[in-house]
């Protein structure tokens, strides 16, 4: 079972950036597809931007197109959000996840345990 550790959130000020850290407990991120997703109060989780299993970076949320990016760093076993630019509206709870086999857009097989992001104007 794969298990994956999230740091990196805080509270902001408009305009501010952080990074994220997903740090998975083996070597995933060469081989399984993974991405960020966030959820607002209220809202759906939503995916943000992954890496598809062709190896491109898919964004599937443009609000953040732009502002947010993603990287890896395999001999650490992380993977990174850096997020530019933030917004009140980026305001959510954000997880890291994976997929063994399938694109995350259909399919997850392990979470990271959330970071809240707060964002204040």
């Known amino acids: 079972q794969v298990q994956l550790v999230e740091s990196g959130g805080g509270s902001v000020q408009a305009g501010d950036s952080l990074r994220l850290s997903c740090t998975a407990s083996?070597?995933?991120?060469?081989?399984?597809?993974w991405g960020w997703f966030r959820q607002a109060p209220g809202k759906d989780r939503e995916l943000l931007v992954r890496?598809?299993?062709?190896?491109?970076?898919?964004y599937d949320a443009n609000t953040v197109k732009g502002r947010f990016s993603i990287s890896r760093d395999l001999a650490k076993n992380t993977a990174y959000l850096q997020m530019n630019n933030l917004q009140p509206e980026d305001t959510a709870v954000y997880y890291c996840?994976?997929?063994?086999?399938?694109?995350?857009?259909?399919?997850?097989?392990?979470w990271g345990q959330g970071t809240q992001v707060t964002v204040s104007s």
């Open positions: 890496l598809s299993r062709s190896g491109r970076t898919t």
């Open positions: 996840a994976a997929s063994i086999t399938r694109e995350l857009s259909q399919n997850v097989d392990f």
């Open positions: 083996s070597r995933i991120f060469g081989t399984y597809t």
